[in-house]
């Protein structure tokens, strides 16, 4: 199976920056559109951005609109979100997912899942 593992999580205070990598092994990681999700202790896991297989089109929810990049390198097998102008509401762990079958802002979409990596945002 696929495997993605996240890393570059950390604590950081409001209005700080993190860069999120997800690399992926397995199978052929140019074809997927890869996401970003997070969830918060005791909440649903929620979209955070998309970016399809070529990275020519990304997708954002309105809550990091304008403060979260995603990105991709293909030759890396490497997804990137960079996030900047942090909030406490950000904290959460963040997962990388790949392999959509469905609409891009849905966890039901994503076949494979990282393990996740911890994000903090103090105030």
């Known amino acids: 199976q696929v495997q993605l593992v996240e890393s570059g999580g950390g604590s950081v205070q409001a209005g700080g920056s993190l860069r999120l990598s997800c690399v992926a092994s397995?199978?052929?990681?140019?074809?997927?559109?890869m996401g970003w999700f997070r969830q918060a202790p005791g909440q649903e896991r929620d979209f955070v951005a998309a970016?399809?297989?070529?990275?020519?089109?990304?997708y954002y929810a309105d809550s990091v609109k304008g403060r979260f990049t995603i990105s991709r390198d293909n030759a890396k097998n490497t997804v990137y979100l960079q996030m900047n102008s942090l909030k406490p509401e950000d904290t959460a762990v963040y997962y990388c997912?790949?392999?959509?079958?469905?609409?891009?802002?849905?966890?039901?979409?994503?076949?494979?899942w990282g393990q996740g990596t911890q994000v903090t945002v103090s105030s």
């Open positions: 397995g199978r052929s990681f140019s074809t997927y559109t």
């Open positions: 970016i399809t297989s070529s990275g020519g089109n990304t």
């Open positions: 997912a790949g392999d959509r079958r469905g609409s891009y802002y849905l966890v039901q979409a994503y076949v494979y």
